[in-house]
């Protein structure tokens, strides 16, 4: 397993990540600074994705460890077009998370870059082969690794992350977790474009009440730039 640096949950640094991957500057990335409706107002339309970041605590891995053998148990079906991938490069949770954000929201035009040539050529891979192919990718991690030394903290590759980042995405109606450190994608039941943002923050809240003494949290969203 490749090694990389961890990257800052910083609205500024991943939107010019994402400006960098092809993506119009017609899209952000913008702190969520409350989960509550009257919060949620203050967010640009439309919201596209929601990224969290939360602690990795001994109660999560639980609950992860739960949930994953209960979906084990069972046949895991997706729509063929939600673009899944597995993480299996160290600290690479933040890329996989914008690239999972990106490429399930037709959207968001992607002009010529590393991200459309990393989706041209993982569009028929199976989730664990994408992972292989962000690890072999060359322009992905150097791009990965210059906006990680832009953040207000120096990064270590070696120093051990408590944290980690996943998306949220709306794909058929359905709210997907998309968690590359996980087997399946996880279905948060239906949503929709109105009430996407109000049902990814629901489920936000139930990340924290997971952990309740825990206040190590922060939630983004990929939405429209302000004009």
Same mark, same amino acid.
């Given at each position: ?131 292989? !192919? ?11 690794? !210059? ?42 039941? !239906? ?17 924290? !009440? ?18």
């Amino acid at each position: 397993m490749s090694v990389w640096t961890p990257l800052e949950s910083n609205p500024e640094v991943l939107t010019k990540y994402i400006h960098t991957f092809g993506v119009t500057k017609d899209w952000v990335i913008t702190d969520v600074m409350g989960l509550e409706p009257d919060m949620l107002e203050w967010i640009p339309k439309p919201v596209k994705s929601i990224i969290l970041l939360f602690p990795c605590s001994d109660t999560y891995e639980k609950h992860r460890a739960e949930e994953q053998k209960r979906l084990a148990e069972t046949e895991q079906t997706y729509p063929k077009d939600l673009f899944y991938m597995r993480q299996l490069s160290q600290n690479a949770c933040g890329t996989v998370a914008l690239i999972h954000s990106v490429a399930n929201n037709e959207d968001i035009m992607l002009g010529e870059g590393i991200l459309k040539d990393f989706l041209d050529l993982t569009k028929d891979m199976t989730p664990e082969e994408r992972g292989k !192919a962000l690890e072999a990718d060359k322009a992905v991690r150097e791009s990965h690794q !210059a906006l990680a030394q832009e953040g207000q903290t120096i990064s270590d590759p070696n120093e051990e992350v408590y944290h980690h980042f996943i998306a949220f995405v709306n794909k058929a109606g359905t709210l997907y977790e998309l968690d590359g450190r996980k087997m399946f994608p996880i279905e948060h039941g !239906a949503t929709s474009d109105d009430t996407f943002l109000q049902d990814a923050a629901r489920v936000c809240k139930e990340f924290m !009440a997971r952990d309740p003494k825990e206040l190590r949290f922060t939630v983004l969203a990929l939405s429209a730039a302000v004009k």
